[in-house]
């Protein structure tokens, strides 16, 4: 991920939700942070299941906690 000089102007026309497969959460967490990823307050409660972070163009995304069930 790479920073831009623009700010984002506009909503986001598609929102991700990530998982983590393979990899504890907190690690996919640690993973997209050190990419360029950072946290971000939408008026999510402090008690979601998920972590809503943005990319350097400011798009949100959700990395979600992975499921106790398996399909």
Request: aromatic content about 4%; hydrophobic content about 45%; overall charge negative.
């Amino acid at each position: 991920m790479a920073a831009v000089s623009e700010g984002k102007v506009l909503k986001n026309r598609l929102h991700f939700d990530l998982r983590a497969d393979g990899v504890t959460t907190a690690a996919e967490l640690d993973r997209l942070l050190a990419l360029g990823a950072r946290r971000v307050d939408v008026g999510q409660p402090s008690d979601v299941s998920w972590v809503v972070l943005a990319d350097p163009e400011g798009n949100e995304f959700c990395l979600l906690s992975r499921s106790v069930q398996e399909l």
